[in-house]
């Protein structure tokens, strides 16, 4: 189950070679119907707000609580609370701290699990003073 949104925080916010504006492979753990939603919300969903814009995302903090739903003692759904935090880089060096928070409903579709909705939250705040970059 943790797979599944540990493998969409990865492709859309924790691996990827900045500065990008590509967040390949980020949906794949989503059915098709949350994908489509995700990409038209890639603002949230990824950090394609500030990919283009920062050289390096460092996690500071990645929580992942899942509670699954198992009558007769077999798991048919789940629901995933995240807790992710970033702090970034700009080319300019001033710094932020990203945060997404939120919870993730999971299926399971062919024998994986599935993200089918999902309600997060992002936030950012600037950490530190103006760098030379910002005046």
């Known amino acids: 189950m943790g797979r599944a949104v540990h493998g969409w925080l990865n492709r859309a ?3 990827q070679r900045y ?3 590509r967040f390949a492979g980020a949906f794949d753990t989503f059915t098709s119907d949350a994908r489509k939603a995700a990409r038209d ?6 950090n394609a707000m500030l990919g283009p814009k920062i050289v390096d995302a460092v996690p500071v903090r990645r929580q992942l609580t ?3 739903f198992a009558p007769s003692g077999r ?3 789940a629901t995933a609370s995240a807790d992710l935090q970033l702090r970034t880089v700009r ?5 932020s701290q990203l945060r997404v928070t939120g919870e993730l409903s999971l299926t399971r579709v062919g024998g994986r699990w599935r993200v ?4 997060l939250q992002r936030s950012l705040r600037r950490i530190g003073g103006k760098s030379k970059g910002d005046r």
């Open 13 to 15: 916010f924790v691996s």
């Open 19 to 21: 500065p990008t504006r």
């Open 41 to 46: 919300q890639r603002g949230l969903t990824t």
């Open 66 to 68: 899942v509670s699954a």
């Open 75 to 77: 798991a048919i759904g």
């Open 91 to 95: 080319m300019s060096g001033r710094r």
């Open 116 to 119: 089918f909705g999902y309600d």
